[in-house]
């Protein structure tokens, strides 16, 4: 089976389950911003948001300086897909074994950056989480997804004047594959954006 065939079968099976997935070369700002805008599902329900103790968990996370543990990395991402927060996965490049951007992702994220601007999300908090592929020890990737995720973060707050206090970067290194069949795959050396609520 050919590259083309089989990355229409993982978007196929990513539409199916419900994941927000678009093709990188033709995504612009208002299809970032209408993935990350949080959405009422049926009449009278309230848009899915942080409550009670995952909301006073999330806010402790926004303050810390150090890297999280893993059982904060699991416990964040458990609140996340309680909560069924709006998201998106971006493909932003970053040059081989570094967390420099490529001129490719400086694209994607100055359409990342208009869309946490614009009036829908300009009060919401984002967690910016750093994915590698299965290459490379535990520990390398770990790191290097953390730095990757840093680097996103500061762009967007150096170039966009997004308050960092709205930002959580997060590293997952190869915690959660996208592509778990192939874990090496490029899909799952990516970066994700989920709309955590109100500031």
């Not at 959405?39 to 409550?51: D, I, N, Q």
């Not at 009060?123 to 290459?135: E, K, Q, V, Y």
Request: aromatic residues 4%; charged residues 25%; positive net charge.
């Amino acid at each position: 089976m050919n590259r083309l065939c089989l990355r229409l079968l993982i978007l196929l099976a990513a539409s199916l389950s419900g994941e927000r997935v678009i093709a990188q070369q033709a995504i612009s700002t208002d299809e970032i911003i209408q993935s990350l805008k949080p959405k009422v599902r049926t009449r009278g329900e309230a848009a899915p948001s942080l409550k009670g103790e995952d909301a006073a968990f999330v806010e402790r996370i926004k303050h810390t300086t150090r890297g999280l543990t893993v059982e904060e990395r699991t416990q964040l991402s458990d609140i996340v897909s309680k909560a069924a927060l709006p998201s998106i996965d971006l493909e932003v490049t970053f040059s081989l074994n570094s967390a420099k951007l490529e001129p490719s992702a400086i694209e994607t994220l100055q359409k990342l950056g208009a869309a946490l601007k614009a009036n829908e999300l300009s009060n919401a908090s984002f967690l910016i989480a750093g994915h590698t592929d299965a290459r490379g020890t535990r520990d390398y990737n770990q790191k290097l997804s953390e730095d990757r995720a840093r680097v996103v973060k500061s762009f967007l707050s150096a170039n966009f004047q997004v308050p960092t206090e709205r930002l959580i970067s997060v590293g997952y290194g190869q915690e959660q594959l996208k592509n778990q069949a192939d874990p090496f795959a490029d899909e799952n050396r990516r970066v994700k954006i989920i709309n955590l609520g109100k500031n």
